[in-house]
């Protein structure tokens, strides 16, 4: 397939730069100070695009430029950064890597949760500078008695809730609909859902849907034994109101993976010592990037022999309408 010109939009890892390399021609785009020179002169050419999490957004400007794309390959399953109704609506196909990454970040999501609660990077700091010799770490909250609600329950937020009962955590969650094959109370709201709980597990996509899901008044009625774990997208929480509701107890505490504006995380939330933060890396095992990149690949690779995408986006309508 050498001479399918195939664009990346900003870095990938190795497994991934090196599989297009080897495959297709590669296209980098330049920093932006190159991009515009360089979407005229190779725009029309290309005709596919991996793209990732942090990189610039593939929106409808973008598609304006590169008049002949096919094939918008996504690393990652959340694929807030591609506007993928408007590549639906130019017949462009958009692929993510879903599946690969399920069990890992419910394992993260897992390992947060204890984090938090348990408060393990405070008492990993306390050991280090020596407090330890001078007494026993505080005693810490606790995960026996409570209930957790997930806030979005997909694929790993139902990962989560499996590894939650193997906890012996009752779970409830919300989500756009009640879905009918799964054992778990259903809270039409949040407001509803962070009611009913004391744990709540965030594990939406990104995207307008669910912009600031938690706000407020989800963080009000989660109430001040009430912890919030974020693993899904940043902009599913209000950072603002979260800041607030910390420093004023209206909540316990919080784990976050994930934050509105990555890789900047408020500097309240840093400053907060029971807060546990973590920079985005609920699938950044090498085991499981390399099956994500891996994907990310097939995906270009499949559609480029004529086999189509293998894990198109619900935008995608594939297979195409006649
Ligand atoms: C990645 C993710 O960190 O898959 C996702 O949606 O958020 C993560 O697995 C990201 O997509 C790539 O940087």
Redesign the pocket.
């Known amino acids: 397939m050498k001479g399918v010109e195939v664009a990346t939009t900003g870095p990938m890892m190795r497994l991934v730069a090196e599989g297009l390399d080897r495959q297709f021609t590669l296209r980098p785009f330049p920093g932006p100070e190159g991009l515009d020179a360089f979407l005229a002169e190779a725009g029309p050419r290309i005709r596919g695009l991996a793209t990732?999490?942090?990189h610039r957004r593939v929106d409808a400007a973008l598609m304006d430029r590169l008049p002949n794309l096919e094939v918008i390959a996504?690393?990652?399953?959340?694929?807030d950064t591609v506007d993928a109704a408007e590549a639906g609506r130019r017949g462009i196909v958009v692929t993510?890597?879903p599946d690969v990454?399920t069990e890992e970040?419910a394992d993260l999501a897992l390992g947060l949760i204890l984090a938090t609660i348990r408060q393990l990077p405070q008492a990993d700091r306390y050991l280090r500078a020596g407090k330890w010799l001078g007494g026993p770490f505080p005693l810490t909250a606790t995960l026996r008695g409570r209930k957790a609600g997930i806030i979005g329950l997909g694929r790993i937020g139902k990962a989560i809730a499996r590894r939650l009962e193997a906890f012996g955590v009752p779970v409830a969650y919300t989500g756009r609909r009640r879905q009918p094959d799964v054992p778990y109370p259903y809270h039409a709201t949040p407001v509803e859902l962070a009611r009913a709980v004391d744990l709540l597990v965030a594990v939406a996509?990104g995207g307008a849907e669910t912009h600031h899901l938690v706000d407020a008044a989800v963080l009000a009625a989660l109430g001040p034994d009430g912890i919030l774990i974020n693993v899904g997208?940043g902009s599913v929480v209000d950072e603002g109101a979260l800041v607030e509701a910390l420093r004023a107890g209206t909540i316990l505490t919080a784990g976050l993976d994930?934050y509105e504006d990555e890789p900047r995380v408020p500097a309240a939330l840093v400053a907060m010592d029971h807060v546990v933060l973590l920079p985005?890396?609920?699938?950044?095992s090498v085991h499981t990037?390399d099956a994500?990149g891996q994907l990310a690949v097939d995906n270009l690779v499949s559609w480029f022999s004529g086999k189509g995408p293998l894990t198109p986006v619900a935008e995608t309508p594939w297979p195409r309408p006649a």
């Open positions: 990732s999490g942090g996504n690393f990652g399953v959340g694929y993510n890597t990454l970040v996509p997208r994930v985005h890396v609920g699938s950044a990037r994500m």
